[in-house]
């Protein structure tokens, strides 16, 4: 059974400091990760996706991959209140698109 | 952007009854729509494929009888839970995709059985 393991949290994080996040994977072979942020309530949506070893960089957002050590990360920086949410880290499972999601991570941002 | 919509948004139903979702692109043609589910606190776990035209390929554990996937045209899929008990009551989200693209989720349907 291929997985994603992520730490349920919450992780409480001041306003304006940094967030990290981390998740890993079972699956080698894997190649393509996503961030999602999940508000209560809603549906995913996507913060960004990263496909090569090292930093992917969007705005305040950074997400690190490390295929070696089945690792991806996502820091954001500067927290705000309206960044408090679940962040699920998903691996593509299959070419089709499949996407495996890990338990998510709730980010708690404390004014 | 790219548009994903569900209907109806929320769903209360009787025990034994049968339950139709509406997944729509709105804005792009879909050649593959994906269907999750969500139990509270919990993470999206797939549950179907489907490809326009094509039956739906369904996950491990999940009961295609129960499930029915319709991908009648490249821009609306339906999930018809049959039978319905309290335990499906969960949340269910459809994903579009084009080709090779990012997936785009709906807004999810909140079903409840009682």
């Known amino acids: 059974q291929k997985e994603v393991e992520q730490n349920s949290g919450p992780l409480s994080v001041p306003e304006g400091a940094i967030a990290s996040l981390n998740c890993t994977y079972s699956?080698?072979?894997?190649?393509?990760f996503f961030w999602y942020r999940q508000y209560s309530g809603k549906s995913p949506e996507l913060i960004m996706f990263?496909?090569?070893?090292g930093d992917k960089e969007d705005g305040r957002f950074t997400a690190q991959l490390n295929k070696a050590s089945q690792y991806v990360s996502l820091l954001i920086r500067d927290s705000q209140p309206s960044d408090s949410a679940t962040y699920l880290c998903?691996?593509?499972?299959?070419?089709?698109?499949?996407?495996?999601f890990g338990a998510g991570t709730q980010v708690v941002v404390t004014p | 952007g790219a548009v994903v919509s569900q209907h109806p948004s929320r769903v209360i139903c009787k025990s034994g009854t049968s339950v139709k979702i509406e997944c729509r692109s709105l804005?792009?043609?879909?050649?593959?729509m994906f269907w999750y589910r969500q139990f509270p606190k919990q993470s999206l776990m797939l549950m179907a494929t489907?490809?326009?035209?094509?039956?739906?390929?369904?996950e491990q554990g999940v009961e295609k009888d129960k499930f029915l996937i319709n991908h009648a045209s490249l821009t609306l899929s339906t999930l018809t839970v049959t039978s319905a008990h309290p335990e499906d009551s969960s949340f269910y989200i459809c994903?579009?995709?084009?080709?090779?693209?990012?997936?785009?989720f709906g807004p999810g349907t909140r079903l409840t059985v009682t």
């Open positions: 990263i496909y090569s070893n």
């Open positions: 699956d080698r072979g894997s190649q393509s």
């Open positions: 998903a691996v593509e499972r299959d070419s089709w698109g499949k996407l495996q």
């Open positions: 489907s490809n326009e035209g094509s039956k739906a390929t369904y």
């Open positions: 994903s579009a995709q084009a080709g090779e693209d990012e997936q785009y």
């Open positions: 804005d792009f043609q879909a050649t593959t």
